[in-house]
Nanobody, 128 residues
């Protein structure tokens, strides 16, 4: 059974940091894309960052310079280091993985259709 499990969410004050982790199981993610998305009530899922198996990364403009995505293919894990957090970063954060072999480019890192597997999400709350 394919499974993605996120951890590391929580509550933090504005300017603080959190590190999210996602561990995959059920198949080998080493040649696939993995990413982080976030969602707030009433809004669609927003791309935050993505990476492919060679380490190419993409980070959304809204978090560029503050968030960093990294990956350990051997361990099927991807992490999101979030610094200088702002109240606008408050959301449920989801880890995602592609089912098929994936490189960035030519695949679009923030195309939600690229991702076939999703975690249950971890809540991040940033207070001012």
């Amino acid at each position: 059974q394919v499974q993605l499990v996120e951890s590391g969410g929580g509550s933090v004050q504005s300017g603080g940091s959190l590190k999210l982790s996602c561990e995959g199981s059920g198949y080998t993610y080493s040649s696939h894309c993995m990413g982080w998305f976030r969602q707030t009530p009433g809004k669609g899922r927003e791309a935050v960052a993505a990476t492919d198996w060679l380490g190419t990364t993409s980070v959304a403009d809204s978090v560029k310079g503050r968030f960093t995505i990294s990956r350990d293919p051997a361990k099927n894990t991807v992490t999101l280091q979030m610094n200088s957090l702002e109240p606008e970063d408050t959301a449920m954060y989801y880890c995602a993985a592609s089912r098929f072999w994936c490189r960035l480019p030519p695949r679009e890192p923030f195309d939600i259709r690229l991702y076939n597997y999703w975690g249950q999400g971890t809540q991040v709350t940033v207070s001012s």
